[in-house]
T-cell receptor
Framework: DTGVSQDPRHKITKRGQNVTFRCDPISEHNRLYWYRQTLGQGPEFLTY????????KSRLLSDRFSAERPKGSFSTLEIQRTEQGDSAMYLC??????????????FGPGTRLLVL | GENVEQHPSTLSVQEGDSAVIKCTYS??????FPWYKQELGKRPQLIID?????GEKKDQRIAVTLNKTAKHFSLHITETQPEDSAVYFC????????FGAGTRLTVKP
């Protein structure tokens, strides 16, 4: 499968625990995005990377959230001290960005997080 | 930052009719406008996109129009089929992508 993959697909955790999600983009894609989607809403931008550099982070993103893309390939999203309001689908997408032009973003299957 | 509004939130049409979904955006610097289809429990899939230097684009039964002056763009689906039933999201992008809240389209056979 050469598409975007995410792991795990489902995660149930207790409030206060830390969780980490992984995203593997399409291999030649240099841009990687994280989104959060709650029921009945569109994906909400969280952050994005060009290669290993984190270029933008949503102002809505709590300090409990951190993302890395250490070698410009896969990325991890960590949520510390989870809260019930963090329950959502976490989507990753990747694209081949060149210069200023935005390119098609391809989404992964998502990680569904439930915080009890 | 960019703000995208999408209307209607729900749309029900008879099979064979046309469906139109409209979006407005706030940031005049936005230069890329994709539309995604999301079926229940699945990832968003791109169905069509348009860039700011183009006013209209068509792909079989699907078309998108862009009015940069008014900062709005629309999705048109003709000859709708039951398998078109899904949630459709518009988005606008300048470095990052902002999505509308979605339109749940139901095509009744």
């Amino acid at each position: 499968d050469t598409g975007v993959s995410q792991d795990p697909r489902h995660k149930i955790t207790k409030r206060g625990q830390n969780v980490t999600f992984r995203c593997d983009p399409i291999s030649e894609h240099n841009r990687l995005y994280w989104y959060r989607q709650t029921l009945g809403q569109g994906p909400e931008f969280l952050t994005y990377f060009q290669n290993e550099a984190q270029l933008e982070k949503s102002r809505l993103l709590s300090d409990r959230f951190s993302a890395e893309r250490p070698k410009g390939s896969f990325s991890t999203l960590e949520i510390q001290r989870t809260e019930q309001g963090d329950s959502a689908m976490y989507l990753c997408a990747s694209s081949l960005g060149t210069g200023w032009a935005e390119e098609t973003q391809y989404f992964g299957p998502g990680t569904r997080l439930l915080v009890l | 930052g960019e703000n995208v509004e999408q209307h209607p939130s729900t749309l029900s049409v008879q099979e064979g009719d046309s469906a139109v979904i409209k979006c407005t955006y706030s940031d005049s610097a936005s230069n890329y406008f994709p539309w995604y289809k999301q079926e229940l429990g699945k990832r968003p899939q791109l169905i069509i996109d348009i860039r700011s230097n183009v006013g209209e684009k068509k792909d079989q039964r699907i078309a998108v129009t862009l009015n940069k002056t008014a900062k709005h763009f629309s999705l048109h689906i003709t000859e709708t089929q039951p398998e078109d039933s899904a949630v459709y999201f518009c988005a606008a992008s300048v470095n990052d992508m902002r999505f509308g809240a979605g339109t749940r389209l139901t095509v009744k056979p």
